[in-house]
């Protein structure tokens, strides 16, 4: 005769514990390299994934923007003629089987072309009491929204570093007295990402 403990550790063993995975984000071709590492729960929505790169690297989203899954594109709804992309709002992490993907990319503000690789670790255990998604680390402070793509962002920080010059004036006060190119604000980013989840 089965007891009811063991029906009960039959169910729990029948439901699959969540797993997270940890996403590490680049934005192509900043030098200094300009990174994020998201802890990211796989029931996740990918529309929800997008927010939290928006939030990741400070940025606003007033663009449009598309994930690249090989052959596959979810983001800002769009049909012509050669791309077809599908909305990102009806598709979870889950959905995409990350476990056996490498990598991704995930493309802001087609004009300026923003491009930040996401590589994917294998998935991990979630921890208890912490909330996702959430930022572990960063490296340098996000590309600022509008600046002009990425040859204007260099030329941002070289003009940044030359504060007496009449372009390190015009960009500081552009870019405002806070922004630090060296600093990712990690408790920031998180108090951010926890009122996505709310």
């Keep these: 005769m089965i007891g009811l403990q063991d029906g009960a550790g039959a169910l729990a063993k029948k439901k699959k514990a969540e797993r997270v995975f940890p996403l590490h984000l680049t934005v192509l071709g900043t030098e200094p390299r300009v990174g994020r590492v ?10 929800r994934l ?13 663009q449009t923007h598309v994930f690249n899954f ?16 599908e909305d990102d709002r009806d598709i979870s992490l889950a ?48 590309p600022p929204e509008d600046c002009g793509g990425i040859e204007a962002f260099h030329d941002m920080l070289a003009c940044l570093r030359e504060p007496e010059t009449e372009l390190g004036r015009e ?15 990690l408790v920031k980013i998180n108090a951010a990402l926890r009122r996505l989840t709310k």
Aim: hydrophobic share 35%; charged share 30%.
């Design 38 to 47: 998201l802890l990211v729960r796989e029931s996740m929505w990918l529309s």
């Design 50 to 62: 997008h927010d939290s790169i928006q939030v990741a690297f400070d940025w606003f989203d007033y």
């Design 70 to 85: 090989e052959d596959l594109r979810f983001g800002n709804p769009l049909k012509r003629q050669e791309v077809l992309i």
């Design 95 to 142: 959905d995409l089987d990350l476990e056996n993907r490498a990598s991704f990319t995930y493309g802001y503000n087609f004009s300026e072309g923003w491009v930040v690789d996401i590589r994917v670790d294998k998935p991990i255990a979630m921890e208890k009491g912490l909330r996702y998604p959430h930022c572990v680390s960063g490296e340098r402070a996000g």
């Design 171 to 185: 960009w500081r006060e552009w870019i405002g007295p806070d922004y630090n190119p060296e600093v990712c604000d």
